[in-house]
Nanobody
């Protein structure tokens, strides 16, 4: 069964850190681009970060560059998003995504698979 399972969301204060994880229990995406999008209330989903299957290429949205770090552990079928210096505007449902193109403008339309999402709430 193809699935992506997210964990690690929660409520934190501004300036805090949080680590999200996404597991691919079926080892379906071991050679695919994986990453994270987020969707704030009343807004469209937006790209956050992506990583190539080797981990050698990463890409970030301007809003999170320098604060978020994406990584993957292929033997454990896991992609992680380490988030530092969180801001209230980072509040959103964070969605793990798999099998999409890492282009200069990553859109939701190119994503083949989605996780269910995990809520991140940052209070001021």
């Amino acid at each position: 069964q193809v699935q992506l399972v997210e964990s690690g969301g929660g409520q934190v204060q501004a300036g805090d850190s949080l680590r999200l994880s996404c597991t691919d229990p079926g080892r379906t995406f071991s050679t695919d681009v994986m990453g994270w999008f987020r969707q704030a209330p009343g807004k469209e989903p937006e790209f956050v970060a992506g990583i190539s299957w080797t981990g050698s290429i990463t890409q970030y949205a301007d809003a999170v560059k320098g604060r978020f770090t994406i990584s993957r552990d292929n033997p454990k079928n896991t992609v992680s998003l380490q988030m530092f210096s969180l801001k209230p505007e980072d509040t959103a449902v964070y969605l793990c995504a798999a099998r999409f193109l890492l282009t200069s403008n990553v859109g939701t339309g190119s994503v083949a698979y989605w996780g269910q999402g995990t809520q991140v709430t940052v209070t001021s």
